[in-house]
């Protein structure tokens, strides 16, 4: 079985085992009563998912971690299908999961309810995350540093590399946690973005990022059974801020970072209109770029209803990402 064949089996094994363990995860989640809490000055139409179960991301993180585990063990019989280079953005996920887990938690029934974690704390946090993997990655792994199309050789940054590597894992955990806003929205493009990387991996001969890269797929395709529109469930911060981790992570593996703005330009779009709204309210005292912000919020004011929001902004994300795709190979 050749390389892509067996990504795409594994993408296939992950989704089935995502999808009949849902079922069991969702009746726990409802059970236990760990319902989602809406904003005050989000739209009102987000007032109807109050209560929806949410920390979901744990239903494709475990078939993730799972099938990641038992293939590295296989290897132990001779059979070499994932190489302990997956452990990294594995351990990245596990680590930005407990992170999002208990932001989760603080906001449902911690004493900052309605809230989650000081955001101070979780920044903090955030960065002893991705400078411990900027190490890993740099000393360690010793992935390449930086490609950019058109040029072959690998460009070296130096000690520069672990703060741009950091930023690039932090960036990314923000900027997915700014996309989950509506139904569907976080887990397509999240997984647009894992197939381009694992068709890039592949490409470049990486063949076990390439291969976990599709197993994230699957679970995220296996996650989104339950989550389109209309949602039975969110992933919350535990979903959203280990997925972006990983994305960063994956990409920094393969050395193609710098087309992130590009493949990841619904996350990379989200992120900075909030940098914008932000700015542009301090700069001119009060008054508003956006509608709101994230971006999606500011389309939904517009009058877009939440279907046809995530299916556009999937649709760009997905030419995007075979344009980044197209740009590496150059």
Known sequence: MNDTALALSLAGLVFMMTVIWGGPLLRILRHFRI?????????????????????????????????????????????????????????????????????????????????????????????????????????LLKVPELFLPGVSDEIHLGWLYIPVAAFVIIAMSNAVNFTDGLDGLAGLISATIFAAYGGIALMQGQVFIGRFCFTMVGALFGFLWFNVHPAQLFMGDTGSLSLGATIGVIALMTGQWALLPIIAVIPFSEALSDIIQIGYFKLTHGRRFFKMAPLHLHFELLGWSEMQIVQRFWLIGLIAAMIGFGLMSV
């Open 35 to 139: 319902g989602k809490q809406i904003r005050v000055d989000e739209p009102g139409k987000h007032f109807s998912k109050m209560g929806t179960p949410t920390m979901g991301g744990v239903m494709f993180i475990i078939p993730v971690v799972l099938i990641t585990v038992l293939l590295n063990a296989a290897s132990l019989i001779g059979m070499k299908i994932l190489g302990q280079s997956v452990l990294v953005p594995l351990i990245a996920m596990l680590g930005f999961a407990l992170l999002g887990a208990i932001d989760d938690w603080e906001g449902i029934r911690g004493k900052r309810k309605g809230e989650g974690m000081r955001i101070r704390t979780k920044f903090a946090a955030q960065v002893v995350l991705g400078i411990g993997i900027a190490l890993v990655l740099k000393y």
